[in-house]
């Protein structure tokens, strides 16, 4: 039986790698929507990519929603020196025949979970924390009701990404941030430390680019695009690649190993906020509430990926 997910996004070359996985896997996920949020680029612009990528992966019946445009205290931090102008440079996908839908991002999360029977409907946040917080703060009672959220966010060992102290999705809305992990529900962080793991080498963009199709060349080029500034930054074979971890997870856990520990979002300190406070090692006795990855096998990780992008047009 699939999963239920909601893709919450920020497109974005890996969001957007991880929505064609997810929607490669129709076994295993059901893509129930794909809400966007302003993180690497504004929202105008992930919403557009969000819409282009369903298309691309040949599933233009997946609806696709904005949500919030800005964090919930703080002026909007982008990334456009990784992802380009639009958030999804390097492939020239066409404009998108398929329409926002009207209803907002947010109240479509609510209104999704609390129709659904407990327990049914994983989130899948691949961008800021901002639409999950807000769903949260409208409406408490869907913490109850939702099965898992599995995040792209975070780093303890690897520590930050756009400051030396936090990682950029959790850097770009810290309140959110802090509101999800307080609110209940099973959680599990792909951070920084999995996701410097897997990196798109030389052979492994080779051999997406083999396999031929539109999808795989698109994001082979995506990839391609992206990658240039980490190159530069790591001084890596090849650059992380962050999302579409969080699909692999729910398609493969046993790629993954990491442990229950209590995280914490730093939101005062002018030096680290935004950093995810991992008591990896059991030091206080606050309560375990996420799930902390830590490891992954790249290889199977990206066996997987060139497996599943081969199926789509």
């Given at each position: 039986m699939s999963r239920k997910i909601i893709i919450d996004t920020d497109p974005g070359q890996d969001d957007a790698v991880a929505i064609l996985l997810a929607l490669a896997s129709p076994e295993e996920l059901e893509v129930l929507g794909i809400v966007a949020v302003a993180g690497n680029v504004g929202l105008h612009h992930n919403a557009t990519n969000a819409r282009k990528i369903v298309e691309l992966a040949g599933r233009p019946d997946v609806p696709v929603y904005a949500g919030c445009a800005r964090p919930i205290r703080r002026p909007l931090v982008t990334?456009?020196?990784?992802?380009?102008?639009?958030g999804l440079d390097g492939p020239d996908l066409p404009d998108p025949q398929i329409q926002l839908q009207p209803q907002h991002g947010v109240d479509y999360i609510i209104d999704t979970l609390m129709a659904a029977e407990p327990?049914?409907?994983?989130?899948?946040?691949?961008?800021?924390?901002?639409?999950?917080?807000?769903?949260l703060i409208k409406q408490p009672a869907i913490a109850s009701r939702i099965a898992e959220i599995v995040m792209m966010g975070g780093a303890y060992f690897e520590v930050g990404n756009i400051t030396p102290a936090a990682e950029f999705n959790i850097y770009v809305d810290p309140e959110a941030a802090d509101i999800v992990m307080r609110c209940g529900a099973p959680i599990t962080m792909l951070p920084l430390d999995v996701t410097h793991q897997v990196q798109s080498t030389p052979e492994r963009l080779g051999a997406m680019l083999a396999i031929g199709n539109n999808s795989a060349t698109a994001a082979h080029a995506m990839l391609t695009f992206s990658e240039t500034f980490d190159l530069v930054k790591y001084g890596w074979d090849g650059a992380p690649l962050h999302d579409p971890t969080v699909i692999a997870w729910l398609l493969r856990p046993e790629l993954f190993a990491g442990r229950q520990c209590n995280v914490v979002i730093e939101t005062a300190s002018e030096l680290t906020i935004g950093m995810?406070?991992?008591d990896y090692w059991h030091v206080t006795h606050r309560e375990r509430n996420v799930n902390f990855l830590r490891h992954v096998d790249a290889h199977g990780f990206y066996a997987l990926l060139l497996?599943?992008?081969a199926r789509l047009p």
């Amino acid at each position: 039986m699939s999963r239920k997910i909601i893709i919450d996004t920020d497109p974005g070359q890996d969001d957007a790698v991880a929505i064609l996985l997810a929607l490669a896997s129709p076994e295993e996920l059901e893509v129930l929507g794909i809400v966007a949020v302003a993180g690497n680029v504004g929202l105008h612009h992930n919403a557009t990519n969000a819409r282009k990528i369903v298309e691309l992966a040949g599933r233009p019946d997946v609806p696709v929603y904005a949500g919030c445009a800005r964090p919930i205290r703080r002026p909007l931090v982008t990334a456009e020196h990784v992802h380009g102008a639009t958030g999804l440079d390097g492939p020239d996908l066409p404009d998108p025949q398929i329409q926002l839908q009207p209803q907002h991002g947010v109240d479509y999360i609510i209104d999704t979970l609390m129709a659904a029977e407990p327990g049914t409907i994983t989130l899948c946040t691949l961008g800021p924390l901002t639409n999950i917080a807000m769903a949260l703060i409208k409406q408490p009672a869907i913490a109850s009701r939702i099965a898992e959220i599995v995040m792209m966010g975070g780093a303890y060992f690897e520590v930050g990404n756009i400051t030396p102290a936090a990682e950029f999705n959790i850097y770009v809305d810290p309140e959110a941030a802090d509101i999800v992990m307080r609110c209940g529900a099973p959680i599990t962080m792909l951070p920084l430390d999995v996701t410097h793991q897997v990196q798109s080498t030389p052979e492994r963009l080779g051999a997406m680019l083999a396999i031929g199709n539109n999808s795989a060349t698109a994001a082979h080029a995506m990839l391609t695009f992206s990658e240039t500034f980490d190159l530069v930054k790591y001084g890596w074979d090849g650059a992380p690649l962050h999302d579409p971890t969080v699909i692999a997870w729910l398609l493969r856990p046993e790629l993954f190993a990491g442990r229950q520990c209590n995280v914490v979002i730093e939101t005062a300190s002018e030096l680290t906020i935004g950093m995810t406070v991992a008591d990896y090692w059991h030091v206080t006795h606050r309560e375990r509430n996420v799930n902390f990855l830590r490891h992954v096998d790249a290889h199977g990780f990206y066996a997987l990926l060139l497996e599943r992008l081969a199926r789509l047009p």
